[in-house]
Structure formats: C-alpha cells, structure tokens
C-alpha cells in the first residue's frame, strides 16, 4: 500500500504541510505547520513571485524536519473550472474520449490550455445518462505550482481542487447521515470554496475571489493604520491605549461580514432554485477567517441555518510531540492540507 503523500496547501496568504500515518484506529498526525507569504506573492491562485514560495516551502520543510518529499498540492480560482454534466452512457473506456469532446461545450477555455478531469458520481441516472463532475484547470497554472513544488526539491505527485480536498478533511472527521446535506465553506486569504456534499458526493461546488484580505484591507483604509495592525485587529489580538479593540473595528468587522455572507448566500439560493430535493441542514467553516465571529452571525441570519467551525483534528490521533494550543488555534485552517495529506500516489 502506497505511503499518504504530505499535504501541501499552497495558499494566497501562507503555507500549510500536513504529514499523517495510518493508526489502528484511522490516522494520527505526526506534523503540522505553517508559513507565512508576503502578500502578492499569490494572487487570485495565480502564482506571482515563483522564488518566494520556493524559499516558503523550503522554510518550512526544514522547520518541521520533514525528510518526505512526496506530496499533494491543490489549486482553486478562476483558473478552475467545475461542472456537473450528464452524458450518454457508454463503455469505460469510450468515457474518456467522449468527455473531451463534450467539454468544448462547457468550458470557456480553449481546450488546448486545459487539462481535463472528471469523477463519475451516478453511473446511470433515471435519463439512463451518466451523471459526472467535470474538472478543467488551466496548464499553465498546474505547471507553476507543479514546478514551485521541484524547485523545492520536492515530487508533487497529487493535484488536486481545493473544494474537493476540503471535503475530504471535513468527511474524514464527521459522519454525516446519507440525507443530510451540508455547506462546506473555506474562507482563505483571497479566495473561498463553497461546496455543498450530501451522501459524500458533491452537489454544488463554486470558488468566489473574497475571503480574510476583505476585513485587513477595509480596517486599513477605514482607520488609516498598517495592515499587520488591521490584521491583529481582525483577529482581535490589538488594543488601543485603554486596552480595548476600537468600536470602529467592530462596526467595519461586521459590514464586511455581511458583504462576504451575501456572496456566499448568492451561492446558496442558486443550489436551492436548481436542486429538486436540496435539503441543506447545516453549514460548516474552515479557514483563518472561520474563526471571524461576525461572520458566524451574518451567515446564520441570512442561511437560517446552523454555521459551525470544523475541526481539522476531530477524528485525528494527536502525536504526543506536538503543540496542542497551535493545533487547536489553527485547526480550521488545516482542513485542505488534511484532505490532501489522505492522497496517496498513483491516486485518481
């Protein structure tokens, strides 16, 4: 059985490395951390400055004394394109060739600046059709990340989509019931994944280009201060001189909440107007900016649902060597890198 590859979550604001083994009970964690990135050195899942995420992987490489080369990247953006299509059935082996013919119809990219996926999630469908996810990345963003990974001295052999990662994570640790479907939101720096899964199959799955920066950027503009000072505000870690956050930051916090709340609740209205049976129970956060309790509020008052943060380490054996206070803190921001470090080579 192939060895799980190191989750590697290359992100608009830092880096995650996820290393698991396989326990008798599931999986134990043997190394978490992460490393910061300069901003602009990603922007919307396009690399801009190849030669600092080298030197971030490398930093954190040595930092946790990982000496396993092989792992699992994912990427998300504009550059990805996901679609659930149906097609008429046909052999296994006819499949490939007929999902690149009909991909010219689907996606808006020039099928030679693509490369093509797909995952089957109904066989036969009651059109008698088979019913798939169609996955389209833009080479050229595939082979930016692919190559910051070699000039790391590393061997990427998984890439994956981040909204399908993070549902690995998030099914690894809860078990949902079969006719339970829940929102799997991953808030980055600069981009979030919405995934709606039910039944461990994806339904509904969208990236919208805003996340964390929203809050630094307003904080900055608003209040005039540096955005590491609006960063420590957003997370609630900065205080005036009588050892308060300012009331501004709070007010900022919570119009930005809304505004982000809004896009994703726009995502969820158009699941619910084009699915029949949609039966959404609950919606789960991950990322840096899950932990915004603003955000919690907004998405509850607009969803009317339950919003909860997930924990990347629900189900996971903690090894005794690490930090527990730094895996709890960042547990949500773990989620991706999780669903990657399940990958193994050779995987589909």
Known sequence: MAKNCIGLDIGSSSIKAVQLKKSRTGYALTAFGMQPLVPQTIVDGAIMDQAAVVEAIRALWSRLKLRQKDVAIAIAGHSVIIKKIAVPQTRADD??????????????????DVE???????????????????????RETVADYVQVVRDASLTPHVVDVASFASQNGFELNYNLDPRE????????????????????????????TIGGNAFTEEIQKQLGVSADEAE??????????????????????????????????????????TSA????TRVCLAGGTAKVAALHRAI?????????????????????????????????????????????????
């Open 116 to 138: 093509i996926d797909y995952h089957v999630v109904n066989p036969q469908n009651p059109m008698g059709q088979t019913e798939l996810l169609l996955v389209a990345a833009k």
């Open 277 to 280: 049976d949609a039966n959404v």
């Open 232 to 273: 420590a505000y957003k997370v609630g870690g900065s205080y005036d001189e009588h050892g308060v956050v300012p009331q501004e930051v709070e007010r900022i916090i919570e119009g930005v909440a809304e505004v982000i709340a809004g896009e994703f609740q726009r995502s969820l209205d158009f699941f619910m107007a």
């Open 95 to 112: 499949l490939d060739n007929q999902i690149k013919q009909e991909a010219e119809h689907h996606i808006p990219f020039a099928k030679d």
């Open 300 to 348: 509850e008052r607009r969803s009317r649902l339950t919003v909860e943060v997930i924990d990347s380490w629900k189900q996971i054996e903690i090894d005794p060597g690490l930090d527990r206070g730094y895996l709890a803190a960042h547990s949500p921001e773990a989620l991706v890198g999780l669903g990657l470090a399940l990958r193994s080579p050779g995987d589909k």
């Open 181 to 208: 479907t829940a929102v799997i939101i991953t808030i980055g720096a600069a981009i979030s994944n919405i995934n709606i899964v039910r039944g461990g199959a994806s339904l509904f799955t969208r990236d919208v």
